[in-house]
T-cell receptor, first 110, second 114 residues
Framework: GEDVEQSLFLSVREGDSSVINCTYTDSSSTYLYWYKQEPGAGLQLLTYIFSNMDMKQDQRLTVLLNKKDKHLSLRIADTQTGDSAIYFCAEMVGANNLFFGTGTRLTVIP | GAVVSQHPSWVICKSGTSVKIECRSLDFQATTMFWYRQFPKQSLMLMAT?????????EQGVEKDKFLINHASLTLSTLTVTSAHPEDSSFYIC??????????FGPGTRLTVT
């Protein structure tokens, strides 16, 4: 399978920016996604980026893609306590194959 | 929006029994449904992909006789864990996709086998 890696934990203070990083291995991925998982819940799609883009901004969220280094990041501006969750990056390879990272647990300190 | 539900949200069963989990797309027709398994503090692993009316395609290492998937209609897929054992305890998440669209995830089902 594909290797998609993330750091496991991140703590930030409320109001600061959070940056969650992800590295992947398959250069043929078409789309890259960020999902949010709150405790005991399923996955919520936050945003995605097409592989030929290098940046996408959506309100407080900014996605940066460095395709050469196979590095994806999600920046959350003005992080709030409601942003505390596990964040998964995922890469789409082919039409159906979605490979997830290990997830980063974001803790926002009031 | 596109809503996917799962039932039950949690289930406890005794070792050796079978458990059925339902995944429904509530407001759209899903041509493809996916089943994932998530171990504690780990990522999601794709178990199988199913298209309506055809047999599911299982990922390597997933026992098809143990995890029975039936995609009976464009809005319903079921996962049956047969002869469950404690090591099958996990969080099972389904997702549904309509043609040329993203995957929409269900809320998940927590299975505990005692």
């Amino acid at each position: 399978g594909e290797d998609v890696e993330q750091s496991l934990f991140l703590s930030v203070r409320e109001g600061d920016s959070s940056v969650i990083n992800c590295t992947y291995t398959d250069s043929s991925s078409t789309y890259l996604y960020w999902y949010k998982q709150e405790p005991g819940a399923g996955l919520q799609l936050l945003t995605y980026i097409f592989s030929n883009m290098d940046m996408k901004q959506d309100q407080r969220l900014t996605v940066l893609l460095n395709k050469k280094d196979k590095h994806l990041s999600l920046r959350i501006a003005d992080t709030q306590t409601g942003d505390s969750a596990i964040y998964f990056c995922a890469e789409m390879v082919g039409a159906n194959n979605l490979f997830f990272g290990t997830g980063t647990r974001l803790t926002v300190i009031p | 929006g596109a809503v996917v539900s799962q039932h039950p949200s949690w289930v406890i069963c005794k070792s050796g029994t079978s458990v059925k989990i339902e995944c429904r797309s509530l407001d759209f027709q899903a041509t493809t449904m996916f089943w994932y398994r998530q171990f504690p503090k780990q990522s999601l692993m794709l178990m199988a992909t199913s298209n309506e009316g055809s047999k599911a395609t299982y990922e390597q290492g997933v026992e098809k006789d143990k995890f029975l998937i039936n995609h009976a209609s464009l809005t319903l897929s079921t996962l049956t864990v047969t002869s469950a054992h404690p090591e099958d305890s996990s969080f099972y998440i389904c997702s549904a996709r309509r043609a040329s669209d993203e995957q929409y995830f269900g809320p998940g089902t927590r299975l505990t086998v005692t």
